[in-house]
């Protein structure tokens, strides 16, 4: 089975398009905060949030109650497709439904395998794949750039340039999509 949370208008064929909205007229309804959500454990081949979780879980527990059934629902191996807006890009900003920074920092920290590394190191990230028993691991980052990066790609400006743009002005990146994959086995400490 493959999910497309928070699918509003765009709808893909093939999967099962869950919203919140009954307006956009989905294939089930469905409020990602309320948990447990109705579908099995380790029933889902692949999920898709398109502009979703920074939407979702404003409280910390409620994100990581979301987490954990992203897990729970996700069979060993599912990918899990996240695109989300740049937390320093207008779209992220001007939006007052978003909740939420969505990282993939964020996301790594609930790679339980890396969590024993850093709990090994006495690092002080918070080791959140270990505390809630859950192990996604980023596997693939892709930033969308803004329009004034493209146009100074376009123009030749050289990388160290760009480089310095992304760091420095708001807009530069505008989107992040991440893979990510989940992994039923781990190690013990």
Request: hydrophobic share 40%; charged share 25%.
């Amino acid at each position: 089975m493959k999910i497309n949370f928070g699918c509003g208008s765009k709808k893909i064929e093939g999967w099962l398009n869950v919203d919140l909205f009954d307006s956009v007229e989905p294939d089930m309804i469905l409020d990602m905060e309320k948990t447990p959500w109705p579908f099995s454990s380790n029933s889902v081949d692949e999920m898709l949030f398109s502009h979703v979780l920074e939407h979702v879980g404003a409280m910390p527990n409620d994100f990581l109650n979301i987490i954990k059934e992203i897990y729970r629902i996700a069979k060993d191996g599912c990918v899990l497709n996240i695109y989300v807006p740049h937390p320093r890009h207008e779209h992220f900003i001007i939006d007052p439904t978003h909740c939420r920074v969505i990282l993939p920092a964020t996301m790594e920290m609930f790679n339980r395998d890396k969590n024993l590394e850093q709990i090994k190191n006495k690092e002080t990230i918070t080791p959140l794949g270990f505390f809630h028993d859950v192990n996604i691991k980023v596997q693939k980052i892709n930033y969308i750039y803004g329009f004034r990066v493209r146009e100074a790609q376009a123009a030749g400006v050289s990388e160290k340039e760009i480089q310095k743009m992304i760091y420095t002005e708001l807009n530069s990146i505008q989107e992040i999509r991440m893979s990510l994959l989940v992994s039923k086995e781990w190690e013990s400490i």
